[in-house]
Structure formats: structure tokens, C-alpha cells
């Protein structure tokens, strides 16, 4: 089998410029690279986990898309939180949750929660990867 990179034409100055593919596929595996809460038209932050959220799992299931899969064929997640428990104690892991019930109606995939300090911009609150078997949804 053949590594296949995955980059889709709105995505190539990233990949030319941080040398890093949007998601490579061996076979029906795909690995989707961390997605962030980033408007693709304003390349700005969305506001609010919520938002961020939203615009994180576009990213993922366009990417899963140009790679022949859908986000029905994801197998696992990985979201790496700035911040898990909120102001309130619950509001940001809540509202992201909330976010992937709405992308994950049900057949759940497996998940990962990773807190974290930082991100690559100081606005951000999530990022998502992904790994999915194409044709298993």
C-alpha cells in the first residue's frame, strides 16, 4: 500500500508553508491532522467554544472528504481542550460536547480529552484530529 497525502487546494500554502499534510491515507486508514476553530473565510477565530467547535469539525469533514471518507467512517477522536472545565467549572467541555453530538448522532467514536496551556494562538480553545476507516460508516 501507498501513503497517500491528502491536501485539498484550499490548503495548500499551510502545507507548503509548515510542511504538514491535512491527513495521509494507506489504505481505507486515514489520519486527519489537528483542526482549529479558525473561520476559512476570515482566517480568524470563531468566538466562543461552541463556534470554534463548529468550524473544527468543517475542517475535519472536509478534509475526511477530499480523502474519500466522511466523519460516519471516524474511528477516534483526540481534542485538545485550553481549557476543560470553564469559567462555571463545565460550560466549554458541555458546549463541546453538544458540538460533537451534532457531527456523531450516534456509532460513536472512541475519544480523547486532552487538556492543555496553550495553543498556537491564544484565542484558540480546541483543536481536533481525527482517524477514520474509509467505508466503515
Not at 47 to 72: E, P, S, T, W
Request: proline content about 5%.
Amino acid at each position: 500500500m501507498k501513503r497517500q497525502l491528502v491536501n485539498p487546494p484550499r490548503t495548500r500554502a499551510l502545507y507548503d508553508q509548515s510542511h504538514f499534510s491535512q491527513a495521509v491515507r494507506v489504505g481505507d486508514l486515514i489520519w486527519v491532522s489537528g483542526h482549529v476553530g479558525i473561520d476559512p473565510d476570515t482566517l480568524r477565530p470563531a468566538v466562543g467554544m461552541a463556534a470554534q467547535a463548529r468550524f473544527a469539525f468543517d475542517g475535519v469533514r472536509n478534509v475526511l472528504k477530499a480523502a474519500g471518507a466522511g466523519l460516519a467512517d471516524t474511528v477516534e477522536l483526540t481534542t485538545f481542550h485550553i481549557d476543560l472545565r470553564g469559567a462555571d467549572g463545565a460550560a466549554d467541555i458541555a458546549e463541546f460536547t453538544q458540538v460533537k453530538g451534532e457531527c456523531f448522532p450516534d456509532r460513536y467514536p472512541a475519544w480523547t480529552a486532552v487538556g492543555g496551556t496553550q495553543s498556537a494562538r491564544p484565542e484558540l480553545l480546541v483543536e481536533i484530529r481525527a482517524v477514520a476507516m474509509a467505508g466503515s460508516g
